[in-house]
């Protein structure tokens, strides 16, 4: 089975790029499945409804998020809805939405995705060390494919947690950064390892967004609010993220 994750998907310029990319890379590598983080595709912070159903219809099976999936207040209740849309399995009871979801892929076998959130410097969750474990636990045994989003900002979090589930599952992959690592690996039980799949988004920014706006902030410590670069360089360096993936392998 062929795999392909998407990093982090910034705004209309990263949507461009799945649009216009992605039909070709599923064709090329002859993908079962296709996940993609989608928490910040709806302007570069959150998702809408709208939004998610584009990137669906564009080709991606299955959509991650993190910490920013709450932005946008309408989406809750399409994460009650929408099976194939995640937020992180370690929020408290009752949140709206799931964390786990099972799809038959293209080749006609079933795969899991699992989408966990860190707690190193990040929101005060439920440990998803232990949440995998519940979560994995419900799972039938029929379903071998088992893929784990890790959204977080700590490395030793997210590499720790692969060791964790080594044998267990087929890939931890992290997201959060929108910086893609070069330390991808396998560990001894067959875990693929990522600690982040990086973004899809504009190259010419600071992780995607407005590099002027993020430079006066650290210039006069005094907030201001995020937005997506006015111009973008070029598609082609700004989609690269597509391409270098699918160019490693799946």
């Known amino acids: 089975m062929n795999i392909f994750f998407i990093g982090d998907i910034i705004g209309s310029p990263g949507r461009k790029a799945i649009s216009g990319l992605l039909h070709k890379v599923v064709d ?8 993609a983080n989608g928490e910040n595709a709806s302007g570069g912070i959150g998702i809408t409804p709208e939004v998610a159903e584009q990137l669906f219809q564009m080709g991606i099976d299955v959509m991650t998020t993190g910490n920013h999936v709450w932005k946008h207040k309408e989406i809750r209740p399409y994460l009650e809805s929408n099976d194939r849309l995640l937020r992180p399995a370690n929020y408290p009871a009752g949140t ?5 979801t099972v799809i038959e892929t293209a080749a006609g076998e079933s795969a899991a995705v699992l989408n966990l959130e860190g707690r190193i410097f990040m929101n005060p969750l439920e440990c998803p060390f232990r949440t995998a474990d519940r979560e994995l636990a419900c799972l039938p045994p029929e379903v071998k494919v088992i893929l784990v989003d890790m959204h977080a900002e700590a490395t030793s979090e997210k590499l720790a947690l692969a060791w964790y589930l080594d044998g267990r599952v087929s890939a931890v992959i992290g997201t959060h950064t929108h910086v893609q690592t070069a330390d991808e690996r396998l560990l001894p039980g067959g875990l693929g390892y990522l600690t982040d799949a990086g973004m899809t988004g504009p190259s010419d920014g600071v992780i995607g967004m407005d590099r002027q706006i993020i430079i006066d902030r650290f210039l006069s410590q005094l907030p201001r609010n995020l937005k997506l670069p006015t111009t973008i360089s070029s598609y082609r360096e700004w989609s690269w993220t597509l391409e270098a993936m699918a160019s490693a392998g799946s």
């Not at 709206?96 to 786990?100: A, K, M, Q």
Request: glycine residues 16%.
């Open 96 to 100: 709206p939405g799931r964390g786990l």
């Open 28 to 35: 090329k590598y002859r993908i079962d499945l296709v996940i």
